[in-house]
Every structure is written in C-alpha cells, then in structure tokens.
C-alpha cells in the first residue's frame, strides 16, 4: 500500500510568488494533518482535517497560509505570497480515528526554499 | 495542556554502545504514547509505541516501556549501530481530548561513530 505522497519533493522559489504543495493522504485515513519544521522552531502543527473539514488551524502562521482538503485523497497548502521566512520543510501526515489507531504516518516531506 | 520534554542532544555514542534516551511527558487525559525517528532528508517514521500503562514497544532492538507512575516513556537500546545515526522525537496523543493530534518533543539528534 502506497504511503502518504507528496509533491513536490522540493520547490525553489523567489519571494512574493505563490507556492502550492500537496498531498494525497493513505487511503481511508480519517485525519490530515500538516506540519513545517525549521532547525529554528522545530516540528509545528499547522492545520489538521477530519474527513476532509478542517478542524484547527491555529498553527498557522498568518493569512498569507492557507490549506484546503476538497476530497478524501487530495490536500494543499498555499503560500501567497511567499516570503524567505517560509523556509522549511513541510510534512504532510494522516491517521485513522480511534483508540490505538491514531498514528500518524507521515509523508518524505516539501522542502521549500524561498529566495 | 500536553507537553513532552525530551533529552537535549546531541548524544554521541560508539558502535555497540547501550543508549538511552529520555522522555518523560504532561498530559490531561490518558495518552498513547511514540517514539518516531526521522533519517537525513526523511520524513518521521514510527519507530514504537504503547497504549497503555506498562506495555512496552519495541521495534529494530529499540524498547521502551510506558510508565504512567513517572510519566515516561525513555527509549533503549542495548547495542547501537552507525545506521541509528537520526534524529529521534518522543510523542504522546491524547485520546481523552478527542483530537489524535500529536505533542511531539523537540528531537533528540543520535550519532554513531563506528
């Protein structure tokens, strides 16, 4: 079975572009959860779904950041407009619900690197 | 609210050396605790876990043992290899909360010198 995918594996960009990463979570996973780590701040929670409605994202730093999970298998995570301080990787992760089986498994990660 | 404090590394050690790594945790309600480990250039992978007071995970001659009366939950292994070079993050997901959002400590870098 696949695990969680992706995409892009690692995007450069110049500052004041726009950055969409993405993620497609392991097939009848309940939760979606993505996160961003800097040598700085750590691991960070950003936002978390459940069934595809987002449920917190008071991880998220500021408005420029955005996610959205229209379907069971496919989220993103926007950046507009980027800014160097977005450097990071981001990790995308889902689990199922209930008890024992929230592990969370986590994608290979985006690393982004702003310019 | 939950929180999990770790060992500060880096923690060097030699091939075949025992090591333990610490972890000891705060929670509201009854957690299931991890320990995920995180390769160069790698996403967290689960290394182990445990549910409940004194069940013991273990995994790739890790071990740890989820001990509600210190709240810990320290990591071991008797004999470590260059390939355990990583980073190690202890976790806890607090089920009472109703969110499976997971706490993670601040990564403990290991690093096996041959």
């Known amino acids: 079975d696949a695990g969680v995918i992706q995409s892009p594996r690692h995007e450069v960009t110049e500052m004041g572009q726009e950055v969409t990463l993405r993620c497609k979570p392991i097939?009848?996973?309940?939760?979606l959860f993505w996160y961003r780590q800097t040598m700085m701040r750590g691991l960070e929670l950003l936002i978390y779904f459940n069934n595809n409605v987002p449920i917190d994202d008071s991880g998220m730093p500021e408005d420029r950041f955005s996610a959205k999970m229209p379907n069971a298998s496919f989220s993103t995570l926007k950046i507009q407009p980027s800014e160097p301080r977005d450097s990071a990787v981001y990790f995308c992760?889902?689990?199922?619900?209930?008890?024992?089986?929230?592990?969370?498994?986590f994608g290979p990660g985006t690393r982004l690197l702003v310019l | 609210g939950n929180s999990v404090t770790q060992m500060e590394g880096p923690v060097t050690l030699s091939e075949e050396a025992f090591l333990t790594i610490n972890c000891t945790y705060t929670a509201t309600g009854y957690p299931s605790l991890f320990w995920y480990v995180q390769y160069p250039g790698e996403g967290l992978q689960l290394l182990l876990k445990a549910t409940k007071a004194d069940d013991k995970g273990s995994n790739k001659g890790f071990e740890a043992t989820y001990r509600k009366e210190t709240t810990s939950f320290h990591l071991e292994k008797g004999s470590v290899q260059v390939s355990d070079s990583a980073v190690y993050f202890c976790?806890?997901?607090?089920?009472?909360?109703?969110?499976?959002?997971?706490?993670f400590g601040k990564g403990t870098k290991l690093s096996v010198i041959p």
């Open positions: 992760a889902s689990s199922l619900a209930g008890w024992g089986q929230e592990t969370q498994y």
């Open positions: 976790a806890l997901s607090d089920r009472g909360a109703g969110s499976y959002q997971l706490t």
């Open positions: 097939s009848g996973h309940d939760y």
